[in-house]
């Protein structure tokens, strides 16, 4: 089995040291750095599996390193924030990070965030149907492509999961904590904020407005349901 790659950014160099020691023990290729110019360069030189991502960076900024891989890549994004940062965090996943972590932290947790990551990247499948349409969206679930109104749409490993999530059942209504545990993996509490962050970052990319939704609706003091458009027309 190939090795999966892992970027490490961490710019505080005991941490950076036990997390680098923990994935290698998990069997992980580790490129481990400290800084955010370094991490650009080292994902411009190899193909990754998964970033984990300080947000406190020197030179470039742990935001401004998520935004940049966001945009050339859909690879994983595990960021570590300082504790109790909430708005940092938010807006970490709103930058589009999968998932985040608060200082400190066990690095055990750390290597099983990055496990359920992969896990959830790989092996996401639908084996009954292989592509599936709602109005305007298509989804390809053999390819693991989104289309809608004919251009295709990228997503995230968490909004690609929380897509076919919702769209599995129209009309169900799942609350937040049902999608932590179906999209993110964990049941730990308090993470219902990440689920509205990806459904916030999902609707802007399937261009769908949250006032008049075509396809993802809210539920007031519950959660989402997705519909179709054919259905609720």
Sequence with gaps: MDTRRILLVEDEAQTRSVVEAYLERDGYWVTAVGDGARALEAFGQHKYDAVVLDLNLPN?????????????SDVPIIMLTAKGAEEERIAGLDLG??????KPFSPRELVARVRALLRRARTETEPQRSRVEYGPLEIDLAGHRVYVDGGEVELTASEYKLLTTLSRYPGRVYSRMELVEKVLGYDFEGYERAVDSHVKNLRAKLGDDPKEPRFIHTVFGVGYRFESPQESS
């Design 60 to 72: 470039v900024s742990g935001e401004e390193v998520c935004r940049r891989i966001r945009d050339a």
């Design 97 to 102: 990070a999968d998932d985040y972590l608060v």
